[in-house]
């Protein structure tokens, strides 16, 4: 073994390079733009290429040093193991605090360098330039992170000649190897308008053509955290053992907050588009979405907060924090010079129109991402100014956030049969008419199947509600269009929003109606639970290299036989319950095998969970990842409606000229 | 003929033959919400009130750890026992440990503030909206401007130069 490793070598000098790279990107930028030099601008492309090229790199370094076992590292004898299998050596690399840094930062990088090769054609557009010099900057903050604190090529003690592999929980389900890159892309993708946002800010070009740059970008950041999060929501139900899907864990929250404020400023984004309007508002909620993956990423890396999903502790969190402080004191600073420029030319002329509900879902979204927010930290503030440690669950997200939803879902149902401007009685009642008995539909059919509480049947009313105005406008929108009918932003909205109602009423099922029996079963024996027969088998003992599992076997319904497991991680000596789940349209049966178990036992403990529509949850999050991609496509341009009479040549000459 | 079917059927009347079976069907749904109906039901009810006390933020219900594995069990014996009620064995448990088990924060003294600060935030965020449509409304009935004017005037020209030629 050589006293340096060669991958931590090469691993380091390109983490150095990349930051060196950035540092470069930032100067010859902001050289080019003060001095007006084409060629300096037009080289700009080529150092986000170089940076991606150097984050790639370290990453590849990264990947081949757990590949061949190159104990020499600190971080290797950290999460690798000569035992874990090929695909789980493989996600290993973001399955603790530096690499995860590292996947990160080539996620970043490789969204630099798209964007790069996007407007390489522009780059002398000034707004352009700053961009790139701002999404430099962040690239740079993240190089250093991981060249200084979070050094994932560090080396490790003498003599080490194996690791314990990752953490059991990361490396007994396929989707170790989809949510974290997908969530990272999610997290880093709106880096994109928060750097158009800054430019736009330090140019003064205030007006939309930062938006409209931007606009597919942060839809598909929104797209990618939005899958990141279901999957991560699935992951979560297939391997924890206690059948949930969502616990409002802090972690959880740290990507649940950026999507909120994402969505927020996905609708109200419109309004500016249309209208001119909320000018300092959109650039807020940008700002703030970004500052909160900042914000995130420090809540699950600075070991401030106690998670399931939390790296452990490092030196990372004062960096981070240091971060998120810069980027909201210079965001303030640079809106409070732009003070009248950012003065919004128009006016709302009525709440009941397509831009009062905009308005009314942004102070929703707002107001649900304060509480979710406030939950996550207060545990911290009330130990840093009371001394005392205090635990906020889930109880206190429902109760706070069902209001929330349930007026999130009525807005969803009258949002889109509003007109810009004003809408008079008789509009509403021609376009609510059938939407509206969709939403009774709803409520008689969940009555019929014996639904209770006034919260679930409120969800399911509002949710027929809004799917009945949704499928009208997908309807009159085909009629017109044809097959056009569900593409571009408004229509792909509306697939969207199918998508958001189906998972609001699944999840809504799956927590009001969830039916739990434990049974202590003998060999042979057979329970019937929720009009199901469950036969207990007998217990077998699988094992391998990496752990040893003992599954019980239970048939169902006397067909096919579904086998939850506790497993004991040999290196870890950790023990976790794999459950086993029976899938279905209607219902899902989850089983787990509780308990300390041997296979010469004669009788387990088997607790059954009976959960309602848990298959739509993930029907649901397909559908708005389709509706996503549907949103993104051109749909039919319309004219900006203008602001004001008076004022709209003058605004429309001005705004054209920016962008 | 079909639109004025359409018509006829969206008038007020049928507005309020929905909302009349709104309220029967939340009715007949509300009344019948017993909550958790078996004391299996009622002990996995209580277990998602507490938290584990030796795991990283999760609750009884979540947790698969030991000390989570004692707490269901001293709930499943205090259900068994009929004498306290759902609240009561959460208090209990509670006092029973140094932590502060309770995933729901008090309503007194500074944890409080977690249940008042969202409630200001809308009051605020409301009273905001209202004051902000008041000055709307307001521009909106100033903003005739002299442009305006002159936009509306050679619009009507035109439309009754078109309507002479």
Not at chain 1, 523 to 544: K, N, Y
Not at chain 2, 127 to 147: E, I, M, N, P, S
């Amino acid at each position: 073994m050589l006293a340096v490793s060669i991958n931590a070598a090469i691993g380091r000098g390109a983490i150095l390079l990349g930051l060196l790279t950035c540092l470069s990107g930032i100067a010859i930028t902001v050289a080019g733009i003060r001095k007006h030099d084409l060629r300096a601008l037009k080289s700009a492309p080529r150092y986000a290429y170089l940076a991606f090229g150097a984050a790639l790199l370290a990453f590849i370094m990264m990947e081949r040093a757990l590949i061949t076992r190159d104990f020499s590292m600190k971080y290797v004898q950290q999460v690798g193991s000569r035992d874990t299998p090929a695909l789980f050596n493989f996600t290993a690399v973001w399955s603790a605090l530096e690499g995860s840094i590292l996947l990160w930062l080539l996620a970043l990088t490789g969204l630099i360098a798209a964007v790069a090769r996007k407007f390489r054609a522009r780059v002398g557009d000034e707004l352009l330039a700053w961009a790139m010099v701002v999404l430099f900057v962040v690239g740079l903050f993240f190089f250093l992170l991981s060249f200084g604190p979070a050094n994932p090529f560090a080396m490790g003690a003498l003599g080490v000649n194996d690791g314990p592999g990752p953490n059991p929980l990361l490396q007994n389900h396929i989707l170790v190897l989809f949510h974290p890159p997908i969530l990272y892309i999610g997290y880093v993708g709106f880096t994109v308008p928060f750097a158009f946002a800054m430019a736009a800010l330090i140019t003064g070009r205030v007006g939309e053509g930062w938006l409209l740059e931007t606009r597919r970008w942060t839809l598909y950041a929104w797209g990618f955290l939005t899958v990141g999060i279901i999957l991560g929501s699935w992951w979560s139900y297939e391997v924890l053992g206690w059948s949930g899907v969502w616990a409002w864990d802090p972690v959880e929250n740290a990507s649940f907050l950026p999507w909120l404020t994402g969505t927020a400023y996905l609708h109200s984004v419109l309004v500016q588009e249309r209208r001119g309007m909320l000018r300092v508002w959109n650039l807020s909620l940008v700002i703030a979405t970004f500052s909160l993956t900042i914000l995130g990423t420090f809540l699950t890396r600075s070991g401030v907060i106690n998670s399931v999903h939390a790296f452990s502790a490092g030196s990372v969190g004062p960096w981070l924090l240091t971060f998120f402080a810069l980027v909201v004191v210079v965001a303030i600073i640079l809106i409070g010079r732009r003070g009248d420029e950012l003065r919004s030319p128009g006016a709302i002329d009525s709440p009941l129109s397509r831009e009062g509900a905009f308005l009314a879902n942004n102070v929703l979204f707002s107001i649900f991402a304060f509480v979710v927010l406030l939950g996550t930290v207060f545990p911290l503030i009330v130990e840093a100014l009371n001394n005392r440690r205090i635990v906020v669950g889930e109880p206190f997200f429902d109760r706070m956030t069902m209001p929330l939803g349930l007026t999130l879902l009525f807005l969803m149902a009258i949002a889109p049969v509003l007109p810009w401007r004003k809408a008079s009685q008789e509009v509403l009642r021609d376009r609510l008419f059938w939407p509206a008995w969709c939403g009774v539909g709803a409520l008689a059919l969940s009555v019929i199947v014996g639904a209770d509480g006034w919260a679930s049947l409120a969800a399911f009313a509002l949710g027929g509600f809004a799917a009945g105005a949704a499928l009208r406008q997908i309807a009159l929108a085909s009629r017109r269009q044809g097959w056009r009918g569900v593409v571009g932003r408004a229509n792909g909205g509306m697939v969207v929003h199918i998508g958001v109602i189906i998972i609001a009423v699944a999840f809504s099922a799956s927590s009001s109606y969830t039916r739990t029996q434990e049974f202590v079963m003998n060999v042979g024996e057979t329970v019937t639970f929720a009009d199901h027969t469950f036969t207990f088998e007998g217990l077998s003992l699988e094992s391998d290299d990496v752990k040893t599992s003992v599954k019980a076997a239970i048939r169902i319904d006397g067909d096919s036989v579904y086998s939850p497991a506790r497993s004991k991680y040999i290196k870890q000596g950790m023990d976790i319950g794999t459950p086993s789940v029976k899938t279905g349209f209607v219902n899902d049966l989850y089983i787990t095998l509780e308990g300390n178990v041997r296979t010469t036992d004669t009788e387990a403990r088997i607790k059954i969970f009976v959960k309602p529509l848990i298959m739509w949850l993930w029907i649901g999050g397909a559908l708005m990842a389709l509706g996503t991609v549907l949103a993104a496509f051109p749909g039919k341009r319309r004219q900006p409606t203008a602001p004001v009479s008076a004022d709209s040549v003058l605004t429309q000459s001005t705004t054209d000229e920016h962008v | 003929m079909t639109n004025l079917f359409n018509k006829k059927m969206k008038r007020w009347p049928a507005w309020v033959v929905m909302l009349f079976c709104v309220v029967a069907l939340m009715l007949i749904g509300t009344q019948r919400d017993s909550g958790p109906s078996t004391p299996q039901e009622r002990i996995e009810s209580i277990s998602q009130r507490l938290a584990c006390p030796t795991c990283d933020g999760e609750s009884v219900y979540e947790s698969r750890g030991a000390a989570s594995q004692a707490i269901r069990k001293e709930i499943a014996r205090q259900v068994a026992d009929g004498q306290l009620t759902d609240s009561q064995i959460v208090k209990a448990i509670d006092d029973s440990y140094t932590a502060d088990l309770k995933l729901v924060p008090g309503g007194t003294g500074f944890d409080a503030l977690i249940w008042i600060l969202p409630i200001v935030l809308l009051i605020v965020a409301i009273a905001g909206l209202v004051v902000v449509f008041r000055r709307w409304k307001a521009q909106g009935a100033l903003t005739a401007t002299d442009a305006d004017r002159e936009l509306v005037e050679s619009a009507l020209r035109q439309v009754s130069e078109n309507r002479d030629s």
